[in-house]
């Protein structure tokens, strides 16, 4: 299997554009989580799906950010609109079930000038 | 609300030298506990997994336990080798009725030869 995919690698965007983040998880996989990694908070998640249905979004920082799970092999996260602040590592993960080993993604870079 | 500390935030050891990452958390009520290892600019890889119900588990040189009532667990890397060289994060998942984890703040290692 490929594992968990991440795409862009990396994103370089201005202050004010919308930002769209990739996952395609592990095939069977039921559960995908989204975390950002900043040097300041560390590793926090920021909400997870199960089965396509989000089940806690209780880290998602504010409105400006949003994610979506269509179907079983595809989410987005969004960020619109954009800050510097929101400058960080967002890493994709899942699991098969509930409690099982989380495979992390390679995770995108996010730079907002 | 659940904190998760890891001491030390770095070590720099000889190579083949036994060593011990500590990870602490404030609240003894968790459901399990995850060590991953983090190599530069990737994702996070699981090492192993730790049911609440459990004292220790092992994958080849490396040996976890947990200590529930203390709220503490440990994780010895037995004949620490260049390749280990990556930073070590622990996370808890607080209960059964959710799959959030809660990352610690991460140990550095650097094995040198």
């Known amino acids: 299997d490929a594992g968990v995919i991440q795409s862009p690698r990396h994103e370089v965007t201005e202050m004010g554009q919308e930002v769209t983040l990739r996952c395609k998880p592990i095939s069977g996989h039921d559960y995908l989580f989204w975390y950002r990694q900043t040097m300041m908070r560390g590793l926090e998640l920021l909400i997870y799906f199960n089965n396509n249905v989000p089940i806690d979004d209780s880290g998602m920082p504010e409105d400006r950010f949003s994610a979506k799970m269509p179907n079983a092999s595809f989410s987005t996260l969004k960020i619109q609109p954009s800050e510097p602040r929101d400058s960080a590592v967002y890493f994709c993960a899942s699991s098969l079930n509930s409690g099982d080993t989380q495979y992390f993604g390679p995770g995108t870079r996010l730079t907002v000038l | 609300k659940q904190e998760v500390t890891q001491i030390p935030a770095a070590l720099s050891v000889p190579e083949g030298e036994n060593l011990v990452l500590n990870c602490s958390f404030t609240?003894?009520?968790?459901?399990?506990l995850q060590w991953f290892r983090q190599d530069p600019g990737k994702g996070l890889t699981s090492l192993l997994l730790i049911q609440s119900s459990q004292r220790e588990q092992t994958s080849g040189r490396l040996n976890a336990s947990l200590d529930k009532s203390s709220g503490r667990s440990t994780l010895y890397i037995a004949a620490s080798q260049p390749g280990d060289s990556a930073t070590y994060l622990c996370a808890v998942r607080p209960g059964y009725n959710t799959d959030k984890l809660i990352f610690g703040t991460g140990t550095r290692l650097q094995v040198f030869p």
């Open positions: 609240d003894s009520a968790i459901y399990n």
